[in-house]
């Protein structure tokens, strides 16, 4: 089974919805990360926890929140999806400062 | 904003040849890291060097990090159509937040 899982793995939505994506780790990692991917602009962060009570703003965290729930599971929402919010998510997990992260397999969201 | 600047955005090479992509950054470093993405996939890590480090070697991958020109450069050697992905640098900063930001990418294609 992957290390990091995330679901949906795509989902086509319309504008003002709400939508989760829901994130979990079986590597026992303390930091969780949710990015995403827009063609040519790379990785940008939304928000990622250091642990279930510290939760951070990362450079695009507007239109966006997110809850972690446990240590395993980090979840990220669309309070009311807009059109250019369309793009593929990633979480992300890590464990102490500065290590290698390790990703799921994203999350494919459409707003229509 | 993006630390990290990939160069060239793509690549095209024929197999067996030596790829070589660059990174520039902007500020101070903890570690820089490689990242390797298959199309629409997940990140997969593929080295990290510390800022004390100049060279690191993996399997036919060869990272060099300059800090005194805030550049890194990676090589895969003997390149095969496996290869074939785009290929990021991120960087982990000084600041105590530990968040890890990421480049645009290089696009790298293996020519049979």
């Known amino acids: 089974d992957a290390d990091v899982t995330q679901t949906p793995r795509n989902r086509i939505t319309k504008t003002g919805k709400r939508i989760m994506l829901e994130c979990s780790q079986t590597k026992g990692h303390d930091r969780m990360y949710w990015y995403r991917q827009d063609p040519g602009l790379g990785l940008r962060l939304i928000y990622y926890?250091?642990?279930?009570?510290?939760?951070n703003k990362g450079e695009i965290s507007d239109g966006y929140s997110v809850s972690r729930q446990a240590q395993a599971k980090f979840s990220l929402s669309l309070e009311s999806a807009i059109p250019n919010q369309t793009a593929l998510y990633f979480c992300a997990t890590r464990q102490g400062f500065g290590n290698e992260q390790f990703f799921g397999p994203g999350t494919r969201l459409t707003v229509l | 904003s993006q630390q990290g600047e990939e160069d060239p955005q793509a690549l095209s090479i024929q197999e067996g040849e030596n790829a070589t992509m660059n990174c520039s950054y902007k500020?101070?470093?903890?570690?820089l890291q490689w990242y390797r993405q298959n199309s629409g996939r997940g990140l997969v890590h593929l080295i990290l060097i510390r800022s004390n480090e100049r060279e690191k070697h993996s399997g036919r991958l060869r990272v060099t990090l300059d800090t005194s020109k805030k550049s890194s450069s990676l090589l895969i050697t003997a390149s095969r159509a496996a290869d074939t992905a785009s290929y990021f640098c991120a960087t982990r900063t000084l600041n105590r937040d530990d968040k890890i930001i990421f480049g645009k990418g290089t696009r790298l294609h293996i020519l049979p």
């Open positions: 500020t101070s470093i903890n570690n």
């Open positions: 926890s250091f642990d279930v009570k510290d939760i």
